[in-house]
């Protein structure tokens, strides 16, 4: 009999032609589409029942078998919760990095196994292997600029052992023209931007929904009091659009940009012109660490960082300060780190895990 894959299916072009390919290479493959939010499914804003439709016509064409799924209780509470008290400390969390841990390769995983599958596959831009030592390693995809290893950086051994990557080898124009051959109407869709439960919404609007406003002072690191933020948890490290200060500016021009959150005293710290010296961090510190291989790794000269997905790699070297702690020093500084995000570690082309940036 043929091994059965369960695919996790969004309603775009990747994970459809990831199934596709599976389906072509003699698995028996079962589609799977998570509902992961149900506060506001009938809203403008929430395209769950488009993607649903979407998803069904590409398991009819392909022709594999679909399930729905309702995740959207264990969402709530492994990943809201967490999104929501990460926005009331005044850090910016990456949702998407929990929900991959928690939700897509977890409550997913769990439940495909329940399915009768041996493993599952998603259309994520990333690959695996085994290493030398016998562990599953989390490898960069073949199309750099569609890489989301950055993303994935959470996952762990069982996770990754039992998980397929079809798209890892293949660039982004490949996976459309495989799609369009194929008759697959979502060939030309256009790819999701921003967090799964959000949607296209003005995201201020949605967070005033679950968390009060609190206005304080907008102010200079010299002390001068320049406006008024709206509250904390809507600005982040390096934002430049929206701060509310566009009609202000010196002499030369300059923009202004979030350099710094005083919790303590909820001010919000801004400075002038994209190079101010307050944007650039050389050193940071990273909690709640995750690391791929199970264990942590021995420090490396070849290590490149990531504070952020789109970011270079940035040569660093890191140090352990306790049993879930890092610091990292950067051979150049870095601009806008910005707290609540992920700090990903890679060796070569080998994600090798990361932590949270404090």
Same mark, same amino acid.
């Given at each position: 009999?043929?091994?059965?894959?369960?695919?996790?299916?969004?309603?775009?072009?990747?994970?459809?032609?990831?199934?596709?390919?599976?389906?072509?290479?003699?698995?028996?493959?079962?589609?799977?589409?998570?509902?992961?939010?149900?506060?506001?499914?009938?809203?403008?804003?929430?395209?769950?029942?488009?993607?649903?439709?979407?998803?069904?016509?590409?398991?009819?064409?392909?022709?594999?078998?679909?399930?729905?799924?309702?995740?959207?209780?264990?969402?709530?509470?492994?990943?809201?919760?967490?999104?929501?008290?990460?926005?009331?400390?005044?850090?910016?969390?990456?949702?998407?990095?929990?929900?991959?841990?928690?939700?897509?390769?977890?409550?997913?995983?769990?439940?495909?196994?329940?399915?009768?599958?041996?493993?599952?596959?998603?259309?994520?831009?990333?690959?695996?292997?085994?290493?030398?030592?016998?562990?599953?390693?989390?490898?960069?995809?073949?199309?750099?600029?569609?890489?989301?290893?950055?993303?994935?950086?959470?996952?762990?051994?069982?996770?990754?052992?039992?998980?397929?990557?079809?798209?890892?080898?293949?660039?982004?124009?490949?996976?459309?023209?495989?799609?369009?051959?194929?008759?697959?109407?979502?060939?030309?869709?256009?790819?999701?931007?921003?967090?799964? @439960?959000?949607?296209?919404?003005?995201?201020?609007?949605?967070?005033?929904?679950?968390?009060?406003?609190?206005?304080?002072?907008?102010?200079?690191?010299?002390?001068?009091?320049?406006?008024?933020?709206?509250?904390?948890? @809507?600005?982040?490290?390096?934002?430049?659009?929206?701060?509310?200060?566009?009609?202000?500016?010196?002499?030369?021009?300059?923009?202004?940009?979030?350099?710094?959150?005083?919790?303590?005293?909820?001010?919000?710290?801004?400075?002038?012109?994209?190079?101010?010296?307050?944007?650039?961090?050389?050193?940071?510190?990273?909690?709640?660490?995750?690391?791929?291989?199970?264990?942590?790794?021995?420090?490396?000269?070849?290590?490149?960082?990531?504070?952020?997905?789109?970011?270079?790699?940035?040569?660093?070297?890191?140090?352990?300060?306790?049993?879930?702690?890092?610091?990292?020093?950067?051979?150049?500084?870095?601009?806008?780190?910005?707290?609540?995000?992920?700090?990903?570690?890679?060796?070569?082309?080998?994600?090798?895990?990361?932590?949270?940036?404090?």
């Amino acid at each position: 009999m043929a091994e059965r894959i369960v695919v996790g299916m969004s309603g775009g072009v990747d994970s459809a032609v990831a199934a596709l390919l599976l389906k072509r290479a003699g698995y028996e493959v079962v589609g799977l589409f998570m509902k992961n939010w149900e506060d506001d499914d009938d809203s403008e804003y929430c395209s769950t029942r488009e993607d649903l439709v979407d998803v069904a016509a590409v398991a009819d064409v392909i022709g594999i078998d679909l399930e729905v799924v309702n995740f959207a209780r264990n969402y709530r509470e492994r990943v809201f919760s967490e999104f929501l008290r990460e926005y009331s400390a005044g850090r910016t969390p990456n949702p998407d990095v929990l929900c991959n841990a928690e939700i897509k390769f977890r409550a997913f995983l769990d439940h495909a196994l329940d399915m009768g599958a041996s493993r599952i596959a998603t259309g994520h831009y990333a690959r695996v292997d085994t290493g030398e030592d016998g562990r599953v390693r989390l490898l960069r995809a073949r199309d750099a600029s569609k890489d989301q290893s950055y993303f994935l950086h959470r996952l762990d051994q069982s996770q990754l052992a039992r998980t397929i990557f079809p798209l890892g080898d293949r660039v982004k124009t490949a996976v459309r023209e495989i799609a369009r051959e194929a008759g697959l109407a979502v060939h030309a869709k256009r790819d999701s931007t921003g967090i799964c @439960f959000i949607g296209e919404r003005p995201f201020r609007e949605f967070l005033n929904r679950y968390l009060p406003r609190s206005p304080g002072p907008m102010r200079t690191p010299e002390g001068l009091i320049v406006g008024e933020h709206i509250g904390l948890m @809507f600005y982040t490290i390096g934002q430049r659009k929206g701060i509310g200060l566009g009609g202000r500016r010196d002499a030369d021009g300059l923009p202004w940009y979030v350099a710094h959150k005083d919790i303590e005293r909820n001010e919000l710290i801004v400075v002038q012109g994209h190079d101010h010296p307050l944007l650039w961090r050389q050193q940071l510190l990273a909690r709640d660490l995750s690391w791929v291989a199970g264990v942590a790794p021995q420090s490396d000269p070849a290590d490149a960082g990531k504070t952020r997905y789109r970011q270079t790699d940035a040569t660093c070297h890191v140090g352990f300060t306790g049993p879930d702690s890092i610091s990292v020093a950067f051979a150049s500084p870095q601009w806008a780190v910005t707290p609540g995000q992920s700090f990903v570690l890679y060796r070569g082309e080998a994600c090798l895990g990361g932590g949270v940036i404090q």
